[in-house]
Nanobody, 118 residues
Framework: QVQLVESGGGLVQPGGSLRLSCAAS????????MGWYRQTPGKQRELVAA???????NYADVVKGRFTISRDNAKNLVYLQMNSLKFEDTAVYYC????????????WGQGTQVTVSS
């Protein structure tokens, strides 16, 4: 069974930065699109960024210009660099992958908590 393990979350002040990592237990070459999602209590999980095997990226409007997604298939890792963090970025962040942007084919991991607070 594929496992996805997220890490790198934490407490950060507004305007600060964090870099999240997601490790996959399978070769990421097999996964066409990897995405980062986030969820807050009472809300649906939302896609914030995605990247194809070819390096094409797309972002939710609320994070454009502040977040950058990247992947290292050789290491089975996907990253999310988050800059200029805002209070509303507070959430549990998850990664997943699938055939197209927004599709998720694997069991969800535990996620990593990001808290933006002064």
């Amino acid at each position: 069974q594929v496992q996805l393990v997220e890490s790198g979350g934490g407490l950060v002040q507004p305007g600060g930065s964090l870099r999240l990592s997601c490790a996959a237990s399978v070769s990421m070459f097999r996964i066409n699109v990897m995405g980062w999602y986030r969820q807050t209590p009472g809300k649906q999980r939302e896609l914030v960024a995605a990247i194809t095997n070819g390096g094409i990226t797309n972002y939710a409007d609320v994070v454009k210009g502040r977040f950058t997604i990247s992947r290292d298939n050789a290491k089975n890792l996907v990253y999310l660099q988050m800059n200029s963090l805002k209070f509303e970025d507070t959430a549990v962040y998850y990664c997943n992958g699938g055939l197209y942007s927004g599709s998720y084919s694997y069991p969800w991991g535990q996620g990593t908590q990001v808290t933006v607070s002064s």
